[in-house]
């Protein structure tokens, strides 16, 4: 069902790019570039293209001329351009725009960059160039115009050092704090924590934690798996349930990770009643692995998710940690501006709060 949002995802950040290139680069009577042309340069599909064309067309942006090609028929102004930032993404695009949260915060990025006359560059990384994973070099040709940058998701602490030597760096969702770089996350122990609370609550006491927490090979951990693993550690210490690593299931390993994690774990004899999951992902393949072991959700086994990520179309309707993308991507935008106005300002780290939001995948306990 997910799938089904996906297309609007799409298409709705593909405008949001498009606006952005017409309220700062292209003036009424420029052309635009060819569907096939932006397919390429963005990692999406024609069709894609095609509805994002079409939007604008029908908010009367664009002209679309049989033979001849796309052009800008807008009379918006056009703001004064303050500088080029560049929104580097720790991964594909197929990742930016489908994933939710990540969608949801850097359409937020776009907007507040328009509205401070920002000209945003999206950068994602190649999957095919290896050499490059959490890393920006594969773009360092194209950051030469930039001002200043924003580096979104899990990046080599390394490399987020390198790139703020280059120019004023905002690391977003990428952990922090950092003594060489301003940074906005959410608070992500408090949601490890919160989500554990909750299940405590309900009276469970067997509790298992899916997610990814030790490194493998190649691997650079996600800092807010790690701090939503600490949350559920301290919660668990704090109710004298801490059991070690008795009720880590760890989702090493590419490909449905979580659903056989948590299958293993329910066909244990003294299986856990509720798990936390690192995200909603990992949540929604928990229920799956349960359900296909005959078990109810929640009534024989409940579960948390982290991210309120789940499209509204999705069957179920998962508890989870709602994580605040659109006040991380607004607050990004806001420390770059500051930073560009006071670059001797020591380094800034802000922590977005989040809350629990109950739906359908939690119960009380009853074993």
């Given at each position: 069902m997910e799938s089904i949002a996906r297309p609007a995802l799409l298409r709705d950040q593909v405008?949001?790019?498009?606006?952005?290139?017409?309220?700062h680069g292209r003036p009424a009577g420029s052309s635009m570039p060819s569907e096939p042309q932006l397919a390429r340069q963005l990692r999406v599909s024609r069709n894609t293209v095609r509805a994002a064309y079409a939007a604008l067309e029908a908010e009367g942006l664009i002209e679309r001329r049989r033979g001849r090609g796309t052009f800008v028929i807008s009379e918006i102004p056009h703001l004064p351009r303050t500088g080029d930032v560049t929104v580097v993404f720790f991964t594909s695009a197929g990742h930016m725009f489908l994933l939710p949260f990540y969608s949801r915060m850097i359409g937020e990025i776009c907007t507040r960059a328009a509205a401070a006359a920002f000209y945003v560059n999206l950068l994602t990384h190649d999957p095919k160039r290896?050499?490059?994973?959490?890393?920006?070099?594969?773009?360092?040709?194209?950051l030469e115009e930039a001002i200043a940058a924003l580096a979104v998701g899990v990046f080599r602490p390394?490399?987020?050092?390198?790139?703020?030597?280059?120019?004023?760096?905002?690391?977003?969702d990428a952990g922090g704090p950092f003594a060489f770089c301003d940074s906005v996350a959410a608070d992500d122990f408090e949601a490890g924590r919160l989500a554990t609370e909750h299940l405590l609550s309900l009276g469970h006491r067997r509790i298992g934690f899916v997610g990814q927490v030790r490194a493998e090979a190649g691997v650079v951990l996600d800092p807010a798996h790690v701090h939503r693993h600490e949350g559920f550690r301290e919660a668990m210490q704090d109710a004298q349930l801490w059991l070690g690593e008795e009720l880590l299931f760890d989702t090493q390993g590419a490909g449905q990770a979580a659903y056989r994690a948590v299958g293993a774990a329910l066909a244990q004899p003294d299986?856990?009643?509720?798990?936390?999951?690192?995200?909603?992902?990992?949540?929604?393949?928990?229920?799956?692995?349960?359900l296909a072991q005959?078990?109810?959700?929640?009534?024989?086994?409940?579960?948390?998710?982290?991210?309120?990520?789940?499209?509204?179309?999705?069957?179920?309707?998962?508890?989870?940690?709602?994580?605040?993308?659109?006040?991380?991507?607004?607050?990004a935008v806001e420390q770059l501006q500051r930073r560009l106005a006071e670059p001797a300002a020591p380094p800034s780290h802000h922590v977005v709060p989040v809350r629990l939001i109950e739906r359908d995948t939690t119960a009380r306990a009853t074993w």
């Open positions: 405008v949001k790019i498009l606006k952005g290139e017409i309220l290896s050499e490059f994973r959490y890393d920006w070099r594969e773009h360092a040709a194209r390394e490399a987020l050092e390198a790139l703020a030597r280059r120019m004023p760096l905002v690391a977003v299986r856990p009643t509720a798990f936390v999951c690192v995200d909603d992902t990992a949540a929604l393949e928990g229920v799956d692995a349960a005959g078990l109810r959700v929640p009534e024989d086994v409940s579960f948390v998710g982290i991210g309120d990520a789940v499209p509204s179309v999705t069957r179920v309707r998962l508890t989870t940690v709602e994580l605040g993308p659109e006040r991380i991507g607004r607050t």
